[in-house]
């Protein structure tokens, strides 16, 4: 069973489309994350959900929003998409809202907006 | 000056080889700090955590070195299934649930 997964690992769409990530973990952790790295590799945060709570949003637009609807689940909303947003988008959990824990990924779905 | 830093490589050494990598983080009041490592097309995977006193786990030795304000892993006799991308990872106390992850170093191991 894996313990983070995403739904689609690939997402082909055209510009100004509107589309939806899943993201489910069976750990039993109450934090989640969004995480998107983009084509230089480079890995930035975009939302932290404890305990279906938002914590942190970093600066991305307000296109992106996420949806919790329970501490298993937190789901990703983008509208209006444009080329910029191409990237792969990771979905992550730990066990606690806490700097000393471990993040566990899931696969990654790979966005690609044309 | 970004909050973490680290050498992007490519580092390619032969299999058997002893290979370092550092990691600087600018904020000294960061408290938690990480190795992870993705492969190609993968997701991130925690590989160590560091620890004050430093850490090892069997080919691969963690330090933190707080006044330099930096971080490093050690692999010692490289294998070809080393060959990943290492992200170095450092938390604030006062921002549990950000993690700030490095750009990454890479490394390649070769016959």
């Known amino acids: 069973d894996t313990a983070v997964s995403q739904t689609p690992k690939y997402l082909v769409t055209q510009m100004g489309n509107d589309k939806s990530i899943k993201c489910e973990q069976n750990?039993?952790?109450?934090?989640m994350y969004w995480y998107k790295q983009d084509s230089k590799k480079f890995l930035k945060i975009m939302f932290s959900?404890?305990?279906?709570?938002?914590?942190i949003n970093e600066t991305v637009p307000n296109r992106f929003s996420p949806k919790s609807p329970d501490k298993a689940h937190l789901n990703l909303h983008i509208n209006s998409l444009e080329l910029g947003d191409s990237a792969v988008y990771f979905c992550?959990?730990?066990?606690?809202?806490?700097?000393?824990?471990?993040?566990?990924f899931g696969q990654g779905t790979r966005l690609t907006v044309v | 000056r970004k909050e973490v830093e680290q050498d992007p490589g490519p580092f390619n050494v032969p299999e058997g080889a002893t290979v370092a990598f550092n990691c600087t983080y600018s904020?000294?009041?960061?408290?938690?700090f990480f190795w992870y490592r993705q492969d190609c097309r993968k997701e991130p995977k925690l590989l160590m955590s560091?620890?004050?006193s430093g850490n090892e786990d069997g080919r691969f030795t963690a330090q933190l070195n707080r006044a330099s304000q930096y971080i490093s892993l050690l692999i010692r006799d490289s294998k070809l299934s080393d060959s990943a991308t290492y992200l170095c990872?450092?938390?604030?106390?006062?921002?549990?649930?950000?993690?700030?992850f490095g750009d990454g170093t890479t490394l390649t191991v070769k016959p």
């Open positions: 904020n000294s009041a960061s408290q938690s």
């Open positions: 992550a959990s730990s066990q606690e809202w806490h700097p000393n824990t471990e993040a566990f």
């Open positions: 959900y404890n305990n279906k709570e938002l914590i």
């Open positions: 750990l039993g952790h109450d934090t």
């Open positions: 560091v620890y004050s």
């Open positions: 990872v450092v938390s604030l106390p006062t921002n549990a649930g950000k993690s700030t």
